[in-house]
């Protein structure tokens, strides 16, 4: 059973940063994904399980950063220059391989809100 722990999420000013945490049970190919309200859930990110790739929407482009420590089994999302926009849960998932389409596993979610 796959298991993903989100943490980092809260309140911040626009402009600021935050940095996300999803720990896995195991190694797998991570990403993140959010869901303003009233909106459909929307890629972010994802990392290859080597973390040798990364790969961002182009709203986040510039401003995220993912990354992952593969002895922790952890994957992070550095986020910056918030704006209100970026507001949503926020999802950590994962899938057993980079080649595959679907996202498996799912976290429970981290709130991040963004006050203008």
């Known amino acids: 059973q796959v298991q993903l722990a989100e943490s980092g999420g809260g309140l911040v000013q626009a402009g600021g940063s935050l940095r996300l945490s999803c720990a896995a049970s195991?190694?797998?190919?991570m990403g993140w994904f959010r869901q303003a309200p009233g909106k459909e859930r929307e890629f972010v990110s994802w990392?290859?399980?080597?973390?040798?790739?990364?790969y961002y929407a182009d709203s986040v482009k510039g401003r995220f950063t993912i990354s992952r420590d593969n002895a922790k089994n952890t994957v992070y999302l550095q986020m910056n220059i918030l704006k209100p926009e970026d507001t949503a849960v926020y999802y950590c998932?994962?899938?057993?391989?980079?080649?595959?389409?679907?996202?498996?596993?799912w976290g429970q979610g981290t709130q991040v809100t963004v006050s203008s």
């Open positions: 998932a994962a899938k057993t391989s980079d080649y595959v389409h679907r996202w498996d596993y």
């Open positions: 195991g190694r797998y190919t």
């Open positions: 990392i290859r399980r080597s973390g040798g790739s990364t």
